[in-house]
């Protein structure tokens, strides 16, 4: 009995309010735009039963989904959702891995002071951190003054509302997710082996290359997972510092929804989005899997 | 073994300059007596009092207090209860499920839950308002909780499970008297966590918020797409100066008490 | 010669504690316990010993309550325990991690199965008084158990396990995470102890020295089955099976044919060889296949063919292993047989009588090898 109340209570506030929410918008994308509150019509009709099921059936097109298709806005959205998430991840690798084996390589007593460091940022407002690079990167901001008061430029450079900000903003926010995994697997791992490839005729930077590097795979793996796949639905770091120019597929959404008040369209963006990232989450949730069974 | 070389020095030095500059510079220029945020004009402490009088955000702060504190203790119950479905329970119908919908969470883009929690506010007919951004607010971070509870409940040694019946205990006293005050813990970060979460969350806020309840967020969120202000610079600044506290004074407190227990431990060896 | 001797299983009159009835228990398709049937009886120190896999924990979780029989019953004072749960059961058990629960006090752990009982606040404070006393741990009742070491840390499972007085206390591996100076030590303070309360231990335990010394009966298992259960004498004199006679101890296997001579065999084992000769009471007929265990201590070895003794065979020196107090040598004779030969240490290691390569006489009583069928 006991057992299952754990089970029902959870699971009723998970169907209630994550499944059924998430039926609705797969119902909504199928329907038409409509000029009323909710501005949609919705195509099936429960109240009318069997019959209503079988309109719905008669009438059911995928004419949202073949509007993604045909105005180029939606899929040159997704594309460069895909294309800024997947460079933004392999330079927040280039610029997190040696931080990560920095902090691996420190001395024991600093490390939890290190651990500490990187995950301060974590609990400091996002939206905030966003914001920050709002002042550095505007066209009269801090970055522009320090490089023409030194003169290495003679122009201020145009960063803020560019692609090249939203690079900026992805590495700097999501930094932590990317060191923590790759440092938990080389402190793990046994400095003697460093030693024995050493002992065996290696350089310390082939040493590096054949040994540190393969063995921090599952770091990197997951590391990159967890920057890639929330990227991809970013909505803040491209509508603050992309301005209008940076085409990311959260900000369409948003836009299509608060903005041109197109709930289908809008829904329909969500169904496809979340069908392109199913394949990431799987291949993730794969590597989390081989990774835990290595450790027995 | 270990060696930090001029490498790993030169590394953690850029890394940390560049995860901490930005928000110093934040800092700094908060202080800042000029309206225009980019020019230093002296030092000046005007743009707290005037955030102070803002009662606009005086309220908004308020809202997403009482959104955080309800959202993440609701999150905290139902997670540490799914966290225990999911290691202890078994087999039952609808598990596989029931896993997909605690995971799914963590990795859905908030644009997506944010929608589909207002198109199904709408739909029932629920005013938005505090209710139904608590309601959002719950969902999503109750995975993280669920995430957090579970992994230590697998590295839970469940013979002090069966010592407390093996002792008299009912199955109830067992979780109450040993399990619970032993994961205590994790239950805190994963309420830690929640809390975090709800007070940081703007896109699913801003789907489910109404005209009635504005939280922090978006009222900030509003105020910065016009650009920078030091309005926000001081606000921001007094909100990384509390987490700082917070997280600094955590980790202090944990790191004296598990270096006592291995001082009390190393003690304890010595002695037959 | 006044003390009377304990062996209950001896006396048909004597209740038995616990009855095992053709117990089964399987996991999916894996059998752990295998049509059991055997009675433990009171202020009996009862070892289930074997290797790790082999069923002994699961007849431990049984009887605590945390694992049900596939089939069979087991009764506890002649009633089916069955239906009562693990916390309503007279059973307690110290287990193999301890499982202090590691935010209470060594007091409060102590006390933790008494407070369960609604037992008075006096009186619950004078039984723990009275356990910490009997472990030595007064000292240490408001410490953590991460602020004691590993020894106090079992004593005090064990003061835990036994404050609720129960009919029956189930040790599983209790000396498992002790090192071997502390194991022995321990070992005779759990037997006082035993002594001193009167209560019916079981342990389980893979190491077989500390089975045959704290134990009244031990009991070796195998695949879900127990081989023998008997004393540490018997079992060691008297294996049931030469699986028995391997696990326990150090021993030589010999398999050949029999043939009935005088009071015992004559044991044919090789073409060119003479026949070994075993006094042992066992039935066998003419030819039959059967192995002959030999205790290497049994077994003497020296220069010169012994004149009295019929059993003694020559061979060669090929291993000695040096124990510093004994030295067994592995000779191997006719037939391409090893036969292990143990002998004390007497002179300074310079001064050894034998040594590799060696050819020497080895030679045993008519009743040192035990015969077996299997």
């Known amino acids: 009995m006991r057992r299952f109340a754990l089970i029902a209570l959870p699971y009723a506030w998970l169907l209630a309010l994550f499944l059924v929410p998430f039926g609705i918008v797969l119902k909504i994308s199928l329907s038409d735009i409509a000029l009323a509150i909710p501005p949609y019509t919705p195509t099936l009709d429960l109240s009318e039963g069997w019959a209503g099921f079988k309109d719905f059936l008669a009438a059911l097109d995928f004419e949202n989904f073949t509007f993604l298709t045909t105005d180029d806005l939606y899929w ?10 997947a460079l933004a991840t392999f330079i927040t690798l280039i610029v997190g891995y040696p931080i990560a084996y920095g902090m691996a390589n420190a001395p024991d007593h600093w490390r939890p002071t290190l651990m500490m460091l990187v995950i301060l940022p974590f609990w400091t407002s996002f939206l905030i951190r966003v914001y920050s690079w709002m002042g550095i990167l505007s066209t009269e901001g801090y970055l522009n003054q320090l490089l023409l008061w030194a003169g290495l430029i003679s122009e201020p450079l145009v960063i803020l509302n560019t692609p090249t900000a939203v690079y900026i903003g992805i590495v700097y926010t999501y930094l932590p997710f990317m060191i923590l995994p790759i440092y938990s697997t080389l402190e793990r791992m046994d400095g003697s082996l460093l030693e024995a490839a050493e002992d065996l005729g290696c350089s310390r930077l082939t040493a590096f290359w054949l040994v540190t590097v393969p063995l921090s795979k599952n770091g990197i793996v997951a590391g990159c997972f967890l920057v890639f796949i929330p990227t991809i639905g970013e909505f803040v770091i491209p509508s603050l510092l992309g301005g209008s120019r940076t085409l990311m597929i959260g900000k369409v959404l948003w836009e299509e929804f608060f903005n041109n008040r197109d709930w289908p369209v809008a829904s329909a963006v969500a169904v496809v989005l979340l069908l392109i990232l199913i394949i990431p989450i799987i291949l993730f949730q794969r590597n989390e899997q081989k990774s835990r069974e290595a450790e027995g | ?56 955000f005086l309220d908004a702060a308020v809202v997403t207090l ?37 995971y799914a969470p963590l990795v859905m883009p908030e644009v997506i839950t944010g929608l589909s929690l207002l198109l199904l506010f709408i739909g029932i007919g629920l005013d938005r308002g505090i209710l139904t951004i608590i309601l959002a607010h719950t969902t999503f971070s109750m ?65 489910t918020a109404g005209p009635s309840a504005t939280t922090l967020p978006i009222k900030i969120w509003s105020s910065i797409r016009l650009g920078v202000s030091p309005e926000i610079n001081a606000l921001s600044t007094i909100m990384i100066g509390i987490v700082a506290v917070g997280v600094i004074t955590a980790s202090l407190v944990t790191k004296r008490a598990s270096l006592r227990q291995q001082a009390e431990e190393r003690a304890a060896a010595q002695q037959v | 010669m006044g003390q009377t001797v304990f062996e209950p299983w001896n006396d048909p009159d004597e209740k038995p504690l616990i009855q095992f009835k053709n117990v089964t228990k399987r996991f999916g398709d894996f059998t752990a316990i295998d049509n059991q049937t055997f009675d433990i009886y009171e202020k009996e120190f009862f070892a289930l010993l074997g290797p790790s896999g082999c069923g002994k924990t699961t007849m431990m979780r049984m009887l605590a309550g945390f694992e049900a029989p596939t089939e069979g019953t087991i009764l506890l004072g002649g009633q089916d325990i069955a239906p009562i749960p693990p916390n309503k059961r007279a059973v307690n058990m110290m287990f193999q991690s301890y499982a202090l629960f590691p935010h209470l006090s060594v007091w409060d752990n102590i006390a933790f199965g008494l407070k369960r009982d609604r037992m008075s606040k006096d009186a619950i404070a004078a039984r723990v008084e009275e356990m910490l006393t009997l472990t030595r741990l007064t000292q240490f009742a408001r410490r953590k158990p991460h602020q004691i070491s590993g020894g106090q840390r079992q004593r005090v499972a064990l003061a835990r396990s036994l404050a609720k007085a129960p009919k029956l206390l189930l040790l599983d591996e209790p000396m498992g995470a002790l090192d ?92 060119a060889a003479a026949p070994i000769y075993s006094a042992f009471d066992i039935d066998l007929a003419e030819g039959e296949t059967c192995h002959l265990a030999l205790r290497p201590e049994k077994v003497s070895i020296t220069a010169e063919r012994p004149a009295d003794r019929r059993n003694a065979v020559q061979g060669t020196i090929i291993d000695i292993a040096y124990l510093g107090n004994l030295s067994t040598y592995h000779v191997e004779i006719e037939g391409g047989q090893m036969v292990k030969a143990q002998a004390a240490n007497t002179r300074r290691l310079s001064r050894r009588d034998f040594t590799w390569e060696d050819t020497v006489w080895l030679s045993w009583t008519d009743t040192a090898a035990v015969l077996l069928r299997e």
């Open chain 2, 1 to 56: 073994m270990r060696r930090l070389t001029w490498f790993n020095a030169t590394s953690l030095t850029l890394g940390f300059a560049f995860l901490y500059l930005p928000m110093l510079i934040l800092i700094v220029y908060s202080f800042n007596e000029s309206k225009l945020v980019t020019v230093w004009a002296g030092f000046s402490t005007k743009w707290y009092g005037t955030l102070v009088q803002n009662e606009a």
């Open chain 2, 143 to 207: 995975a993280f909780v669920a995430v957090v509870v579970s992994s230590r409940l697998m590295s839970f040694d469940r013979s002090l499970e069966e010592a407390a019946l093996d002792l008299g205990c009912s199955a109830f006293d067992a979780f109450r008297l040993v399990t619970l005050p032993i994961i205590a813990p994790a239950v805190i970060s994963g309420w830690l966590l929640a809390f975090t979460l709800s007070l940081d969350d703007l896109v699913i806020a801003s789907f």
């Open chain 1, 76 to 85: 040159k959205a997704y594309l460069s959702s895909l294309q800024i998430a």
């Open chain 2, 66 to 102: 009482k959104v955080a504190v309800t959202s993440s203790t609701i999150a905290t119950v139902l997670g540490t209860m799914a966290a225990l479905v999911l290691v202890r329970a078994g087999r039952f119908p609808g598990r596989t499920l029931f896993s997909g919908m605690i």
């Open chain 3, 180 to 271: 071997a100076k502390l194991r022995q030590a321990t070992q005779f303070e759990l037997m006082d102890i035993q002594e001193k309360t009167g209560t019916t231990f079981v342990i389980v335990t893979h190491d077989q020295e500390e089975a045959m010394t704290v134990a009244s009966r031990v009991a070796v298992m195998d695949e879900g089955r127990i081989v023998q259960a008997d004393t540490p004498a018997r079992i060691y004199e008297n294996p049931s099976t030469t699986y028995v006679a391997d696990f326990i101890g150090d021993v030589t296997i010999i398999t050949g044919r029999a043939s009935p001579a005088g009071e015992g065999y004559e044991v044919h084992y090789a073409e």
